[in-house]
Each structure stands twice: as C-alpha cells, then as structure tokens.
C-alpha cells in the first residue's frame, strides 16, 4: 500500500496535518468548512457515514480504493464530502496520487473555495507532484477561474509537457481577463487543438464584442476542414 514515505512525510503533514495549533493547520480549516455541510438526503448521510468508516476501520485501504471513494463523491456533487475524506487520508498517511490531487482541486474550484485549492496546491509542491500534467491543468483551472491570470501562468509554466487541456483552460482564462492577443498567441502555438479549444476561442471572442474575429475563426475550421484530434 503506497504511504507517505519519510522524506516527503514531513513535509505534507507539516502542510496538512501535524501543525499543533489550529489556527495553523490547513487541516483544520478543510475540515471545519466540510463539517459544516449537512448531506440533503438520508441516503448521501448514510454513504457518507460509510465512507468515513472505511477510512476509520480499514486498515489496508490504498490509495487507489480511497481515491476511488473520493471521486464517487466528487462525481456526486459532494464535493465538501470529497474534501474532507481526502483530509481523513492524509491523516491516515496514505499518499496522495496526482490523480487524487486533481479530483479534489477539481472540486474545491467548483465549490469556488481558493482557500483549500491553495492549500491543496501547496501540498503538491512539497510532494513534487505540481508539474504533473493532470495536477496542473486542475490547478490551472482552479486560479484561472477564481484567482490571478498571473497566478494561473505560473501554474502553466511548472507543468511539465502540458497537454491540450492545459493550453485551453489558460486561453480560457486570457479570454476572460481580456488579453486576447495572449489567447491567441498561444491558440496559434499549442501543439494540438480540439474541440474545445476552438469553442473557447470563438465563444471568447463573440461574447466580448469581437464577432469578426469569431467569424474568421470560425471560417479557418471550415477552410482547414478541422476534425477533433488534429495536430497542428
């Protein structure tokens, strides 16, 4: 069963899970926004309860099994649940895996909660799993949409080989904030284009007044006769 090892223990739990006063412990304040939350149904109370009896009683659970819970949650739309069972985790010295990472910054943006996304960014760092693709494209999409431009092309720049979903989510975000020229410098560079990334440009630039510049995006799928998947 993968665990914290001794040379990266230190450094998480001291991120996440060993600070002795409260008001340090990242730990602490996951925990205190999740406890607050009530399931809406009987039935999401009681797999709940059950989930964090699994974390509580089974001593072999891996990082697979627990990640696996964690994303059914997430899945769910419980996202506070999905949190907070990543702290039971943590505390039971289980290592996070980068696709652990991804799903619940994936749900602390859609909780819109920065705070525990910059928490749980902090963690990747000390684990050295921040230039991951999948972890960074998740905290691209967390700062993009809730913090600095800024922030997010930091983010962009430590991850390692980004992929499509990582061009997209920062053209995404340069749209949003306006720097079009940014946006479609990078559209024009990225090593492969989608679907998605072709919407993003034309909604971005249509939804912010630019309509021609949408019209002649639009005209260059029809021209190149793009299909999903096609390298550039």
């Known amino acids: 069963m993968p665990r914290l090892s001794p040379n990266c223990r230190l450094p998480l739990t001291a991120a996440a899970t060993m600070f002795s006063r409260e008001a340090y412990n990242p730990l602490f304040y996951i925990q205190k926004a999740t406890n607050a939350h009530i399931p809406s149904s009987t039935e999401s ?4 309860s059950d989930a964090c009896k699994l974390f509580d009683e089974m001593y072999d659970l891996g990082v697979v099994s627990a990640t696996s819970i964690i994303g059914t949650f997430s899945k769910k739309q419980q996202h506070k649940e999905a949190i907070y069972l990543f ?3 943590l ?3 289980i290592r996070p895996t ?6 619940v910054m994936h749900s602390s943006s859609l909780l819109k909660d920065l705070n525990i996304g910059k928490q749980l960014h902090a963690c990747t760092i000390k684990m050295g799993l921040n230039s991951n693709v999948f972890v960074g494209s998740a905290s691209l999409d967390l700062y993009s949409k809730l913090s600095t431009i800024e922030e997010a092309n930091r983010v962009f720049e430590d991850t390692r080989q980004p992929n499509v979903v990582s061009y997209t989510t920062l053209i995404s975000g340069y749209l949003k904030n306006e720097r ?15 679907v998605v990334s072709w919407n993003a440009m034309i909604s971005g630039f ?5 309509n021609e510049e949408a019209v002649n995006l639009f005209i260059q799928i029809v021209v190149t006769g ?3 998947g096609t390298k550039y």
């Open 45 to 48: 109370s009681s797999s709940f």
């Open 206 to 210: 249509s939804q912010t007044g630019f």
């Open 91 to 93: 505390s039971n010295n």
């Open 87 to 89: 702290t039971r985790m």
């Open 180 to 194: 079009f020229e940014d946006a479609l410098w990078l559209f024009k560079v990225m090593p492969e284009r989608n």
């Open 98 to 103: 980068e696709f652990t990472f991804g799903t």
């Open 226 to 228: 793009f299909r999903p």
